[in-house]
């Protein structure tokens, strides 16, 4: 199914993520690239960082470029520079040449900013002139102002809404008074925050990319990283009482997943010990895709990851269930605490108390100086679920975090909040209005 040309105006001069505006439309491009559009960035004649442009994005650099500083030291009162209307008149020239197979345009402060006026002006013009079959999505990066009770022109086109646009704003909060600083209505108004692309501020070892979104890292809200041999797994890290853990936090209504970072896995007895316990966990209700062996996501890494991509999946742990029955003291354990995860240790292993005293919490898993008789497991591993779900349930920081990749990250934005708003049937919209 062929997807709309979607393009995004700018005046960048380069794709530097020190101004923050930069790193929203590489967001946006990146959106667009992972669900099969093929974007267009707008960028100035003198843009030169086409290499750091997401793979896949075609740049045209067709904006003209004019001397702005003017423009941001007028009010509503003074004069414009006598080449107001010449530049603008070239600006929307250019409009209309390089943007006429664009479908949906996202501008960014265009009407928003006195600086940008030159390009306000030319915009409206070229719609008015050819370009009126896009639908175009403003994105307003600042907070409302007061609407001044008279408005000259041209300084009219900075407080009021474009033909066949939708203003963007960021929060619902100022969302209306976004809408009455243009004189609209909140209707106008689509709210649409700014996404975090984990994957681009961690800059995550590729092997790391692919599990966050081949298999929905940021959908979840219970994440382990269980680091081990394959070997020993069972005998001395027993996984299987993970397993059943994160089975009850399922069933408890949790996304939940199990990144298992295993080295030593080449041989059949590994291979085979593994298919196991991802048969256990089919029996307990976990699907493959939430009990995850990175060995099996490629061959090369049979003999284990690189330690970077093990710390790279540590940034979305939340939760270390570490029930292993014989340890000196654990890097996995000190990695998981470096990442703020929830300790849940063995008390059955008296030095795991040695590492973090009060600030873990313990159960009776067994070890290999304390046998344990369960009068019902499956309760017992019930209860330590639970408890779990409470102790994230009063964590702020976590939750916050929780939130953060389920409702910021690129793929929710977009589906959920983005790309309806190229489908919207606006003329339905405007005429239940009328």
Not at 165 to 170: P, R
Not at 252 to 261: A, C, M, T
Not at 283 to 301: H, P, Q, Y
Not at 424 to 433: M, V
């Amino acid at each position: 199914m062929k997807k709309l040309k979607v393009g995004c105006l700018t005046t960048f001069y380069n794709f530097e993520s020190s101004y923050s505006l930069v790193t929203v439309v590489r967001s946006q491009l990146e959106m667009l690239m992972k669900n099969g559009y093929e974007p267009v960035l707008f960028v100035l004649p003198s843009f030169k960082d086409d290499d750091k442009v997401p793979e896949g994005v075609e740049i045209r650099k067709v904006i003209p470029q004019f001397v702005l500083e003017p423009y941001g030291k007028y009010d509503l009162r003074a004069d414009l520079p006598d080449t107001f209307e010449r530049d603008a008149d070239i600006a929307k020239t250019a409009f209309l040449e390089h943007m006429k197979d664009i479908q949906v345009m996202f501008t960014h402060d265009v009407i928003f900013i006195n600086s940008f006026l030159i390009y306000n002006k030319a915009m409206r013009d070229a719609i008015d002139q050819g370009l009126g079959h896009i639908r175009w999505l403003h994105w307003c990066h600042s907070g409302p102002s007061l609407r001044p009770s008279e408005i000259p022109s041209p300084h009219d086109l900075r407080y009021s809404i474009p033909p066949n646009s939708k203003l963007i704003y960021m929060n619902h909060v100022d969302a209306l008074r976004m809408a009455e600083m243009y004189a609209g209505v909140l209707d106008d108004v689509r709210v649409v925050k700014n996404p975090m692309d984990l994957t681009f501020l961690y800059n995550l070892h590729p092997l790391v990319e692919k599990i966050y979104w081949d298999f929905k890292l940021y959908d979840a809200d219970v994440v382990q990283v269980y680091p081990l041999s394959t070997p020993r797994m069972e005998s001395n890290k027993q996984i299987s009482k993970v397993i059943k853990i994160f089975a009850r936090m399922k069933e408890q209504g949790k996304s939940v997943r199990l990144v298992v970072p295993n080295a030593h896995a080449n041989a059949d007895n590994e291979k085979n010990e593994i298919e196991r316990m991802l048969k256990l966990a089919e029996s307990e209700g976990l699907t493959r895709e939430e009990v995850i062996f990175t060995s099996l996501i490629d061959e090369a890494w049979a003999h284990g990851i690189p330690h970077e991509a093990v710390r790279d999946l540590f940034l979305f742990s939340n939760v270390f269930v570490f029930p292993s029955v014989s340890e000196n003291c654990p890097l996995v354990l000190l990695e998981a605490a470096a990442a703020k995860n929830i300790l849940v240790l063995n008390g059955s292993f008296p030095a795991m108390r040695d590492f973090f005293g009060e600030d873990a919490i313990y159960f009776e898993f067994g070890s290999s100086v304390q046998n344990v008789q369960y009068k019902d497991e499956s309760q017992y591993l019930y209860e330590v679920a639970m408890i779990i779900i409470g102790q994230l349930s009063v964590n702020r920081a976590l939750k916050a975090n929780t939130q953060l990749k389920k409702f910021y990250n690129l793929n929710y934005l977009f589906k959920e909040k983005l790309e309806p708003l190229f489908y919207e049937d606006w003329d339905i919209i405007n005429q239940d209005k009328k």
